[in-house]
């Protein structure tokens, strides 16, 4: 077991649905504890940096299909002008996958009912986006890399 430390966003999707709270909740039930909270303008330039290892693979491997993954995270879908993103940090044993576990897969139409995007996450019809609600740091590596594109390290809670 170890004591890591993980990125969680809350998605402009679950902002503008006023899911936070219920996402919170869910993610405050794994008893990981929270040591990072703060909310944030996506610009541009954030947007693509925490996306900077997605660009060319996968489905991001078709250059529009990510820059619906820019623009998603930026809230142009989701009419917020202030693109509002709470960006939180879970610390705890296994933290990485305890939080992924309570978020769940990423296709909504996937997720157990049970975790927020199963809940709350759904597949956008007419782009085959997945509007899941959250973000959750894969791996330890990807944590500690998107812990400190989101947080200056006075910010977190040591
Ligand atoms: P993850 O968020 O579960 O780690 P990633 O592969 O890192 O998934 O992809 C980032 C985000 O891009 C996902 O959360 C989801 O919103 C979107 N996405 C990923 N793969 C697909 C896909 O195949 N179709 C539609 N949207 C996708
Ligand atoms: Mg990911």
């Keep these: ?76 879908y989701h009419g917020d002008p202030k693109r509002r993103v709470l960006a939180l940090v879970y610390q705890g044993e296994n933290a990485v996958q305890v939080i992924r576990k309570a978020v769940g897969a990423t296709n909504p139409e996937d997720a157990s009912p049970d975790t927020i995007r199963g809940a709350f996450g759904r597949v956008c019809r007419r782009h085959g986006y997945y509007e899941n609600v959250v973000h959750a740091s894969g791996n330890t590596e990807e944590a500690d890399r998107e812990i400190g594109i989101w947080f200056n390290p006075g910010e977190i809670i040591p």
Excluded: C, S
Aim: charged letters at 30%; zero cysteines.
């Design 1 to 76: 077991m170890a004591l890591e430390r993980t990125l969680v966003l809350i998605k402009p999707d679950g902002m503008q649905r006023h899911l936070a709270g219920l996402a919170m909740d869910r993610l405050e039930n794994t008893h990981m504890e929270l040591v990072g909270a703060k909310i944030r303008t996506v610009t541009d330039e954030l947007a693509r940096e925490h996306y900077a290892l997605l660009e060319g693979k996968g489905p991001f491997a078709d250059k529009k299909f990510f820059e619906r993954l820019i623009n998603f995270i930026k809230g142009e």
